[in-house]
Every structure is written in C-alpha cells, then in structure tokens.
C-alpha cells in the first residue's frame, strides 16, 4: 500500500516521521509531498506522485497566507484543487486542527469544512474531538475514526535529575513552571506573564520556544521587561535541548487560547511531568482523572490553588509508562493502517485468517 503524507512539515513537525517509520512495520509504503506547484498545487503535484491514498494533514499548507496580492486567490482556489485533486485518489485527514491556528478568516473555515466533508475518512485524536468535528461541520460521525496522538518523547535522550538540568541551562532553584514549544499568540503567553507580574504566584516562568517571528518575540521580551520571575529562552528548541527543559520544570503550563489537539501536552504526559492546563480546552485528552494533571478555569480565577496543588505532585517518568504504552506508534500506525485498508476495501492478513477461521 502506498500512501502520500501532504504537506511535507517533517522539518518543524516530528508527529508525520514517527507515523512513517511506524506504518512501515504493518506493511504501509509512505511517500511525502515536498513540492509546491503554483495555480492548482495539490492536483498538479498528485499528478506526478501516483499513491493509492492521499494523507491530508495540514491544508492550509496549500492555501498559504503571504499577506500579498494573491493571499484570496490561493484561499479561493483550495476547494476547486482539493476536488479535482482526489477525484481518482481517495484521501484521508488527521484532524490536527478544528480550524487553522491565528486565523478567523472566512476562507480558513470554508475550506477546513470542504476539507473535513469531502473526506473518505477522519481521524481525530479524542472521543471529544470527534463529536466537536460533527457538531462543528456536520461530519457523519460514521467516518471518524479515533487515533490518539503518538508518543514524542521517543524521539529525546531521556530525563536527567532536575538539579543537573537546571545547572545546565542556567535556571534558578525553587519552583519552576515551564512553557515550551513555539510561542504564538494563540498560546497565550501574554496573559500569563501579565499573571505573574500582578499575582506574583512564588513559582518562576520558563517560557522556551521559537517566536512566530522578531515583531512577536519583541511583544513577549515587553511584556516581561523588569520581572525576575519570568525567564525566556526564545529560539529553536533542539530535542537534546528540550529533554533539559522538560527535566529542569516542576510543572508544564499550557494557556492556549483554543486549540483542538496538543503535541506538546501530550509529550508532557510522556515526560511524567506534571502539566496545568485550560479546563476549557475539552479536546485534548490527557487520560484523566491523574494526579499530573490539573485543570484551571481562569487565570484570575482558581489558577493559583491548582499551581499551588499540582507543585506537591512531582515529576515522575517512570510513572508515566502506562501513558506511553498508550499512545506507543506501533499501536498508532495499526490503528491507522486500519483506517486506510477500509477505505480502501484491502483487508489484513490478519483480518483475511479471522474471517476463514470464522467462516470455518
């Protein structure tokens, strides 16, 4: 079987390199879209890459926003091109996002729904993702299909003790709250320092990550100008590097502002440390009730209780093993493997010796 990821975000993503190697193992051949054509891109690249399936997974990617004369352009062409693109190539879609990430745009939603609807199938990384993408875009929940998000802390050198790290990386002693990944304003990194400043809650903020870009990495250096118990560490996170962080912190905090599924808290969960996070955020499924998980309502609400509380549960990888056997990639490639055998009618081999020892 041979299937094509689209788009290729190998390089910022690790999630579609893990899913490859993985699927590789239950006989599934992955090939990844690394061109851009102009005028119809998805259709001209099928085109000249022949699979039986197409792995849709982040559309945007073809209808980028360049903030120049052609941004609606490229917007408005998406449906047209996805629909001639797959008129001979079924094509699946992992549900990584509800609705594109800093974008309210009237194309972004029209064109995540066309993406979503004219799918032969849907995977979605929670139960509670699955019945907001019915409820969101009308999506028959018969072509859902739910597949946790995979285990990326096998792609880091494991922990080291806490002191170490923090020794290492330059941090202080005491509590320490870490915010990782790349900082957008989606994530809510402003509304978080501006707690620290008025609330000074008794613990340090790491926040360490890539800016979007220098005017928001300007935004963030601001908001936390003279506040000794903010720390940033803005720019790209190597593996080696964020195993250290992730060592270093007491406790993961999230504040997204919306978010439908998250890679990082999920590598958290894997880490074994503790993470704070919206109670609004329902989607992300972090197999709770834990101990190391603890939901907030509001930053000027009941958030210093719950850091006060999840700061007395400390990090433990070697608890967190239950975790990542869950959401090991060999349980997630079979599961997505079967995903791509129905839509393509191709039984397993093993699916083939169940039927005759039933028919027997």
Same mark, same amino acid.
């Given at each position: @079987? ?12 690790? #999630? ?6 993985? %699927?590789?193992?239950?006989?599934? /051949? ?5 061109? #851009? ?11 000249? &890459?022949?699979?039986?399936?197409? &792995? ?6 073809? #209808? ?17 091109? %996805? ?17 594109? &990430? ?12 066309? +993406? ?27 072509? *859902?299909?739910?597949?946790? /998000?995979? =285990?990326?802390?096998? @792609? @880091? ?21 870490? @915010? ?12 978080? *320092? ?13 926040? +360490? ?11 963030? /250096? ?6 000794? !118990? ?31 599924? !998250? ?26 009730? =834990? ?8 930053? =000027? ?15 433990? #990888?070697?608890?967190? +093993? ?7 990639? !060999? &349980? *997630? ?22 039927? *005759?020892?039933?028919?027997?």
């Amino acid at each position: @079987m041979n299937v094509l990821f689209a788009p290729d975000w190998r390089q910022g993503v690790p #999630y579609q390199s893990l899913l490859a190697d993985a %699927l590789v193992a239950v006989g599934v /051949h992955v090939d990844f879209l690394s061109d #851009y054509k102009r005028v119809f891109p998805l259709t001209r690249l099928l085109q000249q &890459h022949p699979a039986d399936l197409l &792995h849709l997974h982040w559309p945007e990617a073809y #209808y980028p926003r360049k903030r120049d004369w052609w941004d609606g352009f490229r917007r408005a062409r998406f449906v047209p091109d %996805l629909t001639l693109a797959t008129r001979h190539t079924p094509f699946v879609l992992t549900a990584h996002n509800l609705l594109e &990430h800093n974008e309210r745009q009237i194309f972004a939603h029209t064109n995540y729904a066309a +993406a979503y609807r004219q799918a032969r199938l849907v995977f979605a990384h929670s139960a509670v993702a699955a019945a907001e993408l019915t409820r969101v875009y009308g999506i028959s929940e018969t072509k *859902i299909r739910v597949v946790p /998000h995979g =285990d990326l802390s096998v @792609m @880091m050198p494991p922990p080291v003790p806490q002191a170490q790290a923090r020794a290492l990386l330059g941090l202080p002693d005491g509590p320490l709250c870490l @915010m990782f990944g790349a900082v957008e304003p989606y994530k809510g990194h402003e509304e978080v *320092i501006a707690h620290w400043r008025q609330a000074q809650p008794g613990a340090s903020l790491v926040i +360490a990550g890539k800016p979007r870009d220098a005017a928001y990495a300007a935004t963030i /250096h601001e908001a936390a100008r003279n506040l000794p !118990s903010v720390v940033l560490r803005l720019g790209w996170l190597a593996d080696a590097n964020l195993a250290l962080y992730l060592s270093a912190a007491d406790v993961a905090l999230f504040n997204y502002r919306t978010i439908f599924t !998250s890679g990082a808290a999920s590598l958290a969960r894997s880490w074994g440390l503790p993470l704070l996070i919206p109670a609004r955020l329902t989607t992300v499924d972090l197999a709770e009730p =834990d101990p190391r998980v603890a939901r907030f309502d509001r930053l =000027d609400g009941d958030f210093t209780n719950r850091l006060a509380t999840i700061l007395e549960t400390k990090p433990d #990888y070697a608890g967190a +093993a239950p975790w990542r056997e869950q959401t090991a990639w !060999s &349980h *997630i490639a079979k599961l997505t493997a079967a995903g791509y055998r129905e839509v393509l009618g191709v039984e397993s081999s093993a699916e083939k010796a169940g039927a *005759i020892t039933a028919w027997r």
